[in-house]
């Protein structure tokens, strides 16, 4: 038997016991007639002790060779310690040793295995097992494992079957390219990974599975973003005879759920906001609410001098910054350079201080008087002591500009809490979105999302104003998941295709099967995904979903551990019938 017990479980009422402990040495410290070992492994550290006086030669020889990370076994006496460690649970103990073995040596680590090490990011990616042993790394591991069983749990008691479907696919279109595999028994021909289950998971439901959900790896070949694994998990959900009320009622419920279990906090119900009014609000269809900062529209109050910038623009829009009057004249350039930074592209900030006797001053002072800045503050709801920050131009521009701005603002002013939970649906997406570069329209969320009813007939006339039976869920400003109430008629489906650009020829060859299911009785359904990763960091607190991944891959989509993605051999591109084409 390698062990009695784990390196995190004696207390001093073990003491005397005769027990055997295994696991990697984290730190000896060797006085020569003393030795100490702290004794390493997923539980915890226990302190080792090998005594001249009590532990003979041999043993002391062996024990004055280990090294950092050696794999150890040892058998021994529990003993209260003279000097006790209110830091870890074992503390109040050590083993005192009798035997030693070493089960295996091991060089030494390019990083310090401790709580605090001093690896960099990239060398402990490289050993990603060496940083695995870290107590904060393996403890976010086991965060993740305690939200996957959570969620499981909860449904499969709520009736929910979690089903497999295939990762060798044809093309899933969900706004990303895919990840291609080339097929070797059929020449010339590609497999798909899947950008999520989303056409399989709508025939479970014609094959009337009702619930259906899977914790499941989807794959999306996306240009690189900070903090996007081009592999990431879904918690992936459909469900048959339910309208748009029931998704949100059942995903609320496990969402709540899991804040309660995981997190201790218990959250009312959920805001809903529709998608215009978030937008307007804060531009930004994930708004983070834990917070104010409102956008205030100011085309009304600013729009009536001479002031050709505002004059011209399509929006002017402002912010009011909580006691923001304090920054000084440096500080507010400073932030006039951060917005026209080419990542926010504005071209410039317009501000109005709120001085604590009521009055205003403006950096366009030779335009607004008084009487038009005490307007700003009203609709801002900028109140004496904060500073009214305005940009102006194309709306979409400047609600994306201002919306950083106000996320800027809540990271300086401490306002995005992680301890603190602020869900909210948002609601009412629009269907198809424009997009410059193909100058098309593009399916917001996917193909198969339906538009509400009634407004099909819309899509002729007015593509962009057709909403959809779409919803997000967000979380402390992150879209945590997202689904929708889906087509489930041949017709419908084929006139979506239509006006998405696809030939008739074209949705045949890619989505066929589909449509075909469709005519034997699919019922009413939708579903939901929530991104597993972004959920369980935001729950641990954190920012960064690597932390909460095993094998991460870097910004660069690289798995630097085992240096993938990595050239194949001339016969295996053979074999596939493959022919490299490389312009140096
Ligand atoms: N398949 C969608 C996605 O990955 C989720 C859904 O519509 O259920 O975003």
């Not at 001085?355 to 307007?375: H, I, M, P, R, T």
Request: charged content about 25%.
């Amino acid at each position: 038997m390698y062990r009695t017990h784990t390196n995190g479980e004696l207390r001093a009422s073990n003491s005397n016991e005769k027990v055997t402990l295994s696991g990697w040495v984290q730190k000896t410290r060797n006085k020569g007639f003393m030795i100490w070992v702290d004794l390493r492994d997923r539980y915890g550290i226990t302190q080792l002790i090998f005594d001249e006086e009590r532990t003979s030669k041999e043993v002391m020889a062996i024990a004055s060779k280990l090294g950092r990370e050696f794999v150890i076994q040892v058998n021994g006496t529990v003993i209260v310690r003279e000097s006790k460690n209110v830091n870890i649970p074992t503390g109040d103990i050590e083993i005192l040793v009798s035997e030693v073995t070493i089960l295996n040596e091991s060089l030494t680590p390019p990083f310090t295995i401790e709580n605090e090490t001093d690896g960099g990011e990239d060398l402990r990616m490289k050993y990603r097992y060496l940083d695995i042993r870290r107590k904060p790394v393996r403890e976010n591991l086991i965060f993740r494992h305690k939200v996957t069983m959570a969620v499981r749990n909860y449904l499969s008691e709520k009736g929910f079957v979690e089903i497999e479907t295939p990762y060798l696919i044809k093309s899933t279109p969900e706004g990303a390219r895919d990840f291609v595999v080339p097929s070797r028994m059929n020449a010339g021909q590609f497999y798909a990974l899947p950008q999520s289950p989303q056409t399989f998971k709508q025939l479970l439901m014609v094959g009337g599975m009702d619930k259906y959900f899977q914790i499941v790896k989807c794959f999306r070949d996306e240009d690189l973003r900070a903090d996007r694994q081009p592999e990431f998990t879904q918690i992936d959900c459909e469900m048959a005879f339910v309208e748009q009320e029931d998704i949100l009622q059942t995903f609320e419920c496990l969402t709540r759920h899991l804040l309660k279990e995981i997190n201790g906090a218990e959250v009312a119900e959920f805001p809903r906001m529709t998608y215009d009014e978030a937008m307007k609000k804060y531009g930004n269809d994930k708004p983070d609410i834990r917070f104010g900062m409102e956008f205030g529209e100011l085309n009304e109050v600013a729009q009536h001098k001479e002031f050709n910038v505002f004059n011209q623009a399509e929006l002017v829009v402002g912010i009011a910054v909580p006691g923001g009057n304090v920054y000084t004249r440096k500080d507010i350039d400073n932030l006039i350079d951060w917005v026209k930074r080419p990542q926010i592209g504005a071209l410039g900030m317009v501000y109005c201080r709120c001085n604590e006797d009521g009055s205003y001053k403006s950096s366009v002072d030779k335009f607004y008087d008084e009487q038009d800045l005490a307007k700003w503050a009203s609709v801002t709801g900028a109140k004496a002591g904060d500073l009214i920050c305005v940009l102006s131009g194309n709306t979409s521009k400047v609600r994306a500009q201002l919306s950083a701005l106000r996320m800027e603002f809540a990271e300086r002013l401490g306002l995005r809490k992680a301890t603190e939970f602020a869900p909210l649906w948002v609601v009412d997406f629009p269907l198809l979105e424009w997009d410059e570069e193909t100058q098309r329209y593009h399916a917001m969320h996917h193909p198969f999302t339906s538009p509400k009813p009634g407004q099909l007939a819309l899509l002729a006339t007015d593509p962009g104003a057709v909403k959809a039976n779409a919803y997000d869920l967000v979380l402390n400003g992150n879209e945590i998941g997202g689904g929708s109430i889906r087509i489930h008629d041949k017709k419908t489906q084929a006139l979506m295709f239509d006006y998405l650009g696809f030939t008739p020829e074209e949705a045949k060859a890619q989505f066929g099967f589909l449509m075909d299911a469709f005519q034997y009785g699919a019922p009413p359904h939708g579903g939901i995904a929530f991104g597993l990763d972004r959920l369980v960091a935001i729950l641990g607190g954190q920012e960064t979903i690597r932390d909460f991944i095993a094998f991460p891959k870097n910004n660069s989509g690289r798995d630097v551990m085992i240096d993938a993605p990595a050239p194949i051999d001339e016969a295996q591109l053979k074999e596939l019938s493959l022919q490299l084409n490389l312009k140096s």
